[in-house]
């Protein structure tokens, strides 16, 4: 990592939340895609980044809110850089702690942010007492209390989405695509196999795929596994383990692709997350 640059990062054991509060000058990171909910707070300097097919600029209070898949980006474009606050939403999680808090809320469907970026005073309020609550280890009803507000001001910024299968919203060959990643993620995965399994020539497959999710299938497949090791290093796997399990070369591989999509290395997650020796 750029020296100018730091992490700070933690794991709440009772609910499984990360809170990160970082800081970054110049290029932060590459495209990637979490399988969490981000809601985060631009504490410092101007966070630009690209998301949903545009161009973002978070400048200090405003709210970040992304949903688990979306690809985005990081860079400061000026000077000093940037520092946010961040924390990371299981999806499971959030859909039990919003049906159990608001029972109107529909079923059979999901949450979803209605913006990318937010300049609700409020909400900033509360990602920001929640964040703080959680990253310094507070009273379990401290922390409790911080994340019934924050949920309950998020309320006003999410709309309920029908789950739905196959996605309406998504080509059906990207859609065939993805599923077969998903179901195939650790496999040395040719472009001519995922062609066949759509019934289309590679240069339809790819145009599709990149059309629908912003990246191309061998790009995907990579984000995917990064977001599978996170889920194995938070657990306490080893660096090795992991890369042998999701198919990478070996951990060396798996370290350069999370360095560039996370700015840690897997051993630094997982000591942080983990709490187990390297």
């Not at 798996?254 to 840690?264: D, E, K, M, P, V």
Request: proline share 5%; net charge neutral; glycine share 6%.
């Amino acid at each position: 990592m750029n020296a100018r640059n730091w992490i700070d990062l933690a794991q709440d054991a009772d609910t499984g939340i990360e809170s990160i509060r970082a800081h970054f000058r110049g290029h932060a990171y590459d495209p990637h895609w979490h399988d969490s909910f981000l809601v985060g707070v631009t504490e410092q300097g101007v966070q630009q980044f690209h998301c949903r097919r545009m161009k973002h600029v978070s400048t200090p209070g405003k709210a970040i809110l992304l949903e688990p898949g979306e690809l985005h980006d990081g860079h400061a474009p000026t000077e000093d850089g940037f520092t946010y606050s961040m924390l990371y939403l299981d999806p499971r999680w959030l859909e039990r702690e919003l049906h159990a808090l608001f029972e109107h809320a529909p079923a059979d469907s999901q949450p979803s942010f209605a913006d990318t970026l937010s300049t609700d005073r409020y909400l900033s309020g509360a990602i920001f007492r929640a964040f703080h609550a959680l990253h310094a280890r507070e009273l379990r009803i401290v922390r409790q209390s911080a994340i019934d507000d924050l949920l309950a001001t998020m309320t006003g910024h999410l709309h309920w989405r029908k789950r739905a299968n196959p996605d309406p919203r998504l080509p059906l060959v990207a859609q065939i695509a993805r599923d077969y990643l998903h179901a195939h993620f650790a496999q040395d995965i040719g472009l001519d196999e995922l062609a066949a399994v759509c019934a289309v020539d590679r240069f339809r497959l790819s145009r599709a795929f990149k059309s629908a999710f912003g990246l191309a299938p061998h790009a995907y497949l990579i984000q995917l596994r990064l977001a599978k090791a996170r889920q194995q290093l938070a657990r306490g796997d080893s660096p090795a383990d992991v890369a042998c399990a999701l198919g990478f070369a070996d951990q060396s591989h798996l370290g350069r692709w999370f360095r560039r999509a996370y700015q840690l290395t897997p051993a630094d997650y997982r000591r942080r997350c983990s709490k187990l020796p390297d």
